[in-house]
């Protein structure tokens, strides 16, 4: 048997015995949609995530992470996603639409741990075995940060199709999975490249159901006008107008995977990292709005809400509780109303307004 066969044979035993779903491999040539990501840079869909256009060359190959690499190996690791659809009739055809009235957030952050930290460390002994099989070659372990796209080379690898959501989909388990890579300048690919067939075939359900109507058209996505970018990436203040569109989103947005028809019903993990922890703290505005600094890093250091920080948190928080119109937050608000920083001074004021303007809407 070859070296690479071997090493393809342990890193799938690897991924099987530590929580992974599937693992492909793919040699490193140039992305074929690599035009399409500059097309998407270029319409201005990135909206203020300027790290992708500042490193844009880099995506056109993963030579441009690791040189020299000439093997892509992919690998999905499935997490407890968002239920709670329900089947309405709209237009005529039956659908299941999101029933989320209370906050919430994405289910990929429901987590104790930031999955950027805790697959890095997975990933770890096998980037070392890697490296005592071919010493000669170097190897790296990615986790979503570096140039590389991830979901291009996943279905390149054969490990599902990209839906119309954008999102990578597996017949098995959905689109409820991170994604990750080691790459290798060792060949370990050969010929197998097994891309996989798309079957989203007539259904538009993740097309219909955005709130924000974020999808320019299908399998393209505007950042400019998703909720997931408004409450994660977004610095400053959230516009008036887009406010009453984050609904009940205090952090992501799963909405589109939620009404998509492999997602039906929820993949369960088994991974003792992706368990969700304190979802239902990380769920209540007032739990946002009563944090101070220090609590925060206590309670979120080395989580998805770090990058994030306090401030944003809160930001949300208080959209979402004016949207929902919560009443343990009221009292929270208030306080913000004198807030040191001015734009959550304006948007707990807004916030309040937004009580007052329901309560009159019910007096009438
Ligand atoms: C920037 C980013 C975002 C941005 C922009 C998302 C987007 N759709 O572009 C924002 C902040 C909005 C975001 C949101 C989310 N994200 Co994000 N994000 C990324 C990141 C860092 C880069 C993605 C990127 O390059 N976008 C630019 C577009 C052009 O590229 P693309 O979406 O990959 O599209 C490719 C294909 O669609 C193809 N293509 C283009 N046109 C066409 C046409 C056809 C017909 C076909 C078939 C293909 C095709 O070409 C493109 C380039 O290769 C990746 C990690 C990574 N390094 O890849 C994670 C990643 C995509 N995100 C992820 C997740 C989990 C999310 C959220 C679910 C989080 C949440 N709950 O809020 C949402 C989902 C929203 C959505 N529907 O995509 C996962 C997705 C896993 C999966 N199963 O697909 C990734 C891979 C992170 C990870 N390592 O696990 N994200
Ligand atoms: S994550 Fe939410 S807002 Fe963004 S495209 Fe999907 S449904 Fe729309
Ligand atoms: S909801 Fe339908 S169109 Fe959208 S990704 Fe899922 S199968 Fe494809």
Not at 53 to 70: F, H, I, Q, S, T
């Amino acid at each position: 048997m070859l070296l690479s066969e071997i090493a393809r044979k342990q890193i799938e035993q690897f991924a099987t015995a530590h929580g992974f779903h599937s693992v492909g491999f793919v040699p490193c040539e140039n992305a074929e949609t690599f035009p399409e990501f500059c097309d998407w840079l270029d319409r201005g869909y990135a909206a203020s995530m300027g790290y992708l256009e500042k490193r844009k060359d880099a995506y056109r190959n993963p030579a441009g992470v690791l040189p020299e690499c000439r093997t892509a190996v992919l690998l999905t690791l499935p997490y407890q996603g968002h239920p709670g659809t329900k089947s309405v009739i709209k237009q005529g055809r039956k659908r299941d639409l999101p029933v989320q009235s209370e906050p919430t957030i994405g289910s990929y952050a429901a987590a104790a741990e930031d999955y950027h930290i805790w697959i890095r460390r997975k990933l770890k002994p096998l980037v070392r075995e890697l490296h005592a099989m071919f010493p000669q070659c170097q190897t790296r372990a990615v986790v979503d940060t570096a140039p590389l796209l991830e979901r291009h080379y996943a279905h390149r690898a054969g490990l599902g199709w990209i839906g119309k959501n954008t999102m990578l989909l597996n017949r098995q388990i959905g689109s409820y999975f991170f994604l990750c890579a080691i790459l290798t300048q060792a060949d370990l690919a050969g010929e197998v490249v097994r891309q996989a067939t798309s079957h989203c075939g007539t259904c538009t359900a993740c097309l219909d159901a955005c709130p924000t109507g974020a999808f320019v058209s299908p399998y393209v996505l505007d950042a400019n006008r998703c909720i997931s970018y408004w409450t994660i990436e977004h610095q400053g203040q959230v516009p008036e107008s887009v406010r009453p569109l984050l609904g009940p989103w205090i952090f992501g947005c799963d909405i589109c995977q939620m009404v998509c028809p492999w997602n039906q019903p929820t993949h369960e993990t088994t991974s003792e990292e992706i368990k969700p922890f304190a979802v239902e703290q990380k769920s209540d505005c007032s739990h946002w709005l009563s944090l101070d600094q220090e609590s925060f890093e206590r309670l979120y250091r080395n989580t998805p809400f770090w990058r994030t920080g306090l401030l944003r948190m809160q930001r949300n928080a208080l959209i979402v509780a004016a949207n929902l119109r919560v009443p343990t937050a009221y009292p929270w608000i208030q306080q913000f109303t004198n807030h040191p920083i001015q734009d959550l001074q304006e948007l707990a004021r807004w916030a309040l307004e937004q009580y007052r303007d329901a309560t009159n809407q019910e007096s009438h």
